[in-house]
């Protein structure tokens, strides 16, 4: 329980820290609401731009423009910056910029290197050398050297490649000055671009070039002379306001594409902003979707510390049990690692194995569920402890960590209702058959609830349930609903419904019709009785006949009439057995407990003769029509067919202690 608390306690931590992430998202403003563009000259000035005067919240304080003598004008420390034009659209977002530094006259003062300018291909180096360059990759500029920055005698332009290596970069050299190549040698040859003089560089470089708007603003940022504490103060501000700028922008015009990034993004870090947001905000979510998933393991992993307590308690008090304790790794090589899948059952998946001794068995793995092992226990604490023909025997189980498995003797020709409502009609059973397998489930349910030292309610007879070996000989299976019993008790107490809608008695959702006991085991058993003399189910939606949609309400009128059950191919005898296997049917699904036989009583009549049985009165509920017939659904919903877990197989144990300790 403190593991659990604790991982709760770091998830909560981790979470929060992503909150202030949050609060700073959810501080964004939407800035330039209301600005209207500015203009200087020619030029026009918008966001991401500002010029100097314009309200505060209008375009990016870190890229402000000021209009001198009608002229746009970009300032930072290290000089300043005539703004020719601004292109906000197309395939690039930048700025035409014009040196104000060069002498129109002469060039012996050059233009400042531009550290924001990373492209090799499109650039101007100006280098000095120890040695004169005979290559004519290298224009002659001495005319421009400036003693100031020139740290060896000789002085070259030389104009970008791909690499600096492919431009015959020379290792005596060292570059002096990078700048973007002028607008006007911008798409030349580059064989005609190293035919140019240092003049026709010089007067070209008065034209300008152009810069991303990300170099424009690192431009700006740019001032070498603030102390460190201030530089970083104003780097955050200027983060922060890129932040909130994105969002903005994110808000306003959507997802960034191509066109949204050249036109309304101030740089490329807002675009990498939104980037790193969602890259924040799926951590966040891994992280907390970790954190659940962890809290759910502890939580998992307690509830079967507290099953396996209740189980292995369980296994100790029991003196009287035949099976045999299987590991898992025993299970698994019987069913050579769960091959072969035979079905379905009511709490797992059953699989076909095989005993070393080379006999056939059906292992039954158990599903988790929220029962604290009372199905395991149901099983192993009913079947486990007798043994009769028409009961399935339980060979073995297995309990190992979160691993249950039951290991049952294998019935090679399935359950019954894929013999009785089977469509193909694969295996075509005769009534003396069909009648020797009602008797061989009478016997058991008989045996279930007077054989025995304890009464064993089974709470979910039905025709999946009743397994058929090789010689059609039926088995009663799934315990996993059933309840011991003292035989002198004539009242069980349950604290929810169990069983199958259709084949439940009515006293286990209607309260004011009796009282719960053996009873409930005689309706299931006469329900299955009718569908086995009609051979079809008892509610049947695809009927020809509407009549015909409920078969116990149908037939019974069939019988006031004095009409049997019209079959084909049938002798006399076989007649007579059907509709002896009705009239006991109709007198299991009485309606009040008390009016139904016992088991005992019910064999009786099966081995009686039919001229000795009486139609009893029409079941109340075969009267009404077929939506009455049914539950309502308040009923159904406290009917639920799951073993909830409110099923007890032994009184001794009591599971409120995982409850206690899980809470």
């Not at 001495?142 to 920055?149: P, V, W, Y």
């Not at 780097?235 to 997802?255: C, E, Q, V, W």
């Not at 009040?592 to 029409?618: C, F, H, N, Q, Y």
């Amino acid at each position: 329980m403190l593991t659990m608390k604790v991982a709760a306690i770091l998830c909560l931590v981790a979470l929060s820290g992503f909150a202030f992430f949050d609060a700073v998202n959810a501080a964004r403003q939407f800035r330039n609401a209301g600005c209207n563009p500015s203009s200087c000259g020619s030029l026009t000035i918008s966001s991401p731009f500002r010029l100097k005067g314009d309200p505060p919240h209008c375009g990016n304080s870190y890229i402000e423009l000021a209009c001198e003598n009608n002229r746009t004008m970009l300032h930072n420390r290290d000089g300043t910056y005539y703004v020719a034009d601004i292109f906000y659209g197309g395939e690039s977002s930048t700025i035409r910029l014009v040196d104000q530094s060069l002498d129109a006259d002469v060039c012996s003062i050059l233009p400042k290197s531009l550290v924001c300018y990373e492209q090799i291909a499109d650039s101007i180096f100006f280098m000095s050398c120890r040695v004169p360059m005979t290559s004519s990759l290298y224009i002659d500029a001495a005319s421009c050297a400036n003693a100031s920055f020139s740290a060896y005698p000789y002085f070259y332009a030389l104009f970008g490649g791909e690499t600096l290596n492919d431009t015959g970069f020379d290792e005596s050299c060292t570059v002096e000055v990078q700048v973007p190549r002028p607008v006007g040698l911008q798409y030349s040859n580059i064989t005609d671009l190293r035919r140019q003089s240092i003049s026709d560089i010089h007067r070209e470089l008065l034209t300008g070039f152009n810069v991303s708007w990300d170099c424009a603003t690192n431009m700006y940022l740019r001032d070498r002379n603030r102390s460190t504490l201030a530089e970083i103060l104003w780097r955050l501000k200027f983060i922060l306001s890129n932040y909130l700028d994105s969002f903005r922008i994110f808000f306003t015009y959507g997802i960034p594409s191509h066109e949204t990034t050249s036109s309304y993004y101030t740089s490329r870090t807002q675009v990498d902003f939104l980037v790193l947001t969602g890259v924040g905000i799926a951590v966040r979510t891994l992280l907390g979707v970790s954190c659940l998933i962890i809290v759910v393991v502890l939580k998992f992993r307690r509830r079967h510390l507290c099953m396996d307590d209740t189980i292995e308690e369980f296994l100790q008090m029991q003196n009287k049990l035949m099976p045999i304790r299987y590991s898992y790794s025993e299970i698994k090589r019987m069913t050579e690692s769960f091959k072969n899948k035979l079905g379905q059952g009511g709490f797992g998946s059953v699989f076909k194995g095989k005993l070393r001794s080379g006999g056939f068995v059906a292992v039954k793995l158990l599903e988790l569920s929220k029962s604290q092992g009372q199905d395991f226990i149901n099983e192993v604490g009913t079947i486990g402890r007798i043994h009769h023909v028409n009961v399935i025997q339980l060979v073995g189980f297995c309990v190992q960590g979160s691993k249950q498995a039951l290991v049952y003797d294998y019935m090679p020709n399935g359950s019954l209702d894929k013999i009785i409502f089977s469509k193909e009609k694969n295996i075509n059973l005769s009534w003396e058959k069909i009648f020797e397998i009602v008797m061989g489930v009478a016997r058991g349910i008989e045996y279930l609830h007077r054989g025995c030292d304890m009464q064993i309610l089974h709470f979910d007879i039905k025709p999946h349930n009743i397994l058929l070996d090789e010689n059609f000989t039926p088995k009663i299976s799934d315990f996993g609903l059933a309840k011991l019993h003292a035989i002198d008790a004539s009242i069980v107490s349950l604290t929810a419904a169990r069983g199958t809608l259709g084949y439940m008695a009515p006293e286990l959702f209607y309260k004011n019709i009796g009282s719960i006991s053996h009873k409930a085991d005689v309706y299931s058993f006469g329900m299955l009785l009718m569908e086995m003399a009609g051979k079809r189910r008892n509610l049947n939606a695809f009927a020809e006949k509407s009549s015909e949609i409920y078969f116990p309400s149908w037939i019974y009128d069939q019988f006031d009439r004095g009409e049997d059950l019209e079959l084909e191919d049938a002798t006399e005898s076989e007649r007579k057995m059907v509709r002896k296997m009705i009239i006991v049917a109709f007198w299991c699904i009485q309606i009040k407990p008390t009016d139904r036989p016992s088991m005992s009583k019910v064999l009786e009549m099966l081995e009686g003769a039919v001229e000795l049985l009486e139609m009893p009165i029409k079941p109340f509920l075969l009267s009404m029509e077929r939506s009455s017939a049914e539950p309502t659904a308040a009923a159904i919903d406290d009917a639920s067919a799951s073993a909830s877990a409110s099923a007890s197989t032994t009184e001794s144990m009591d599971r409120a202690q995982c409850s206690a300790s899980d809470s």
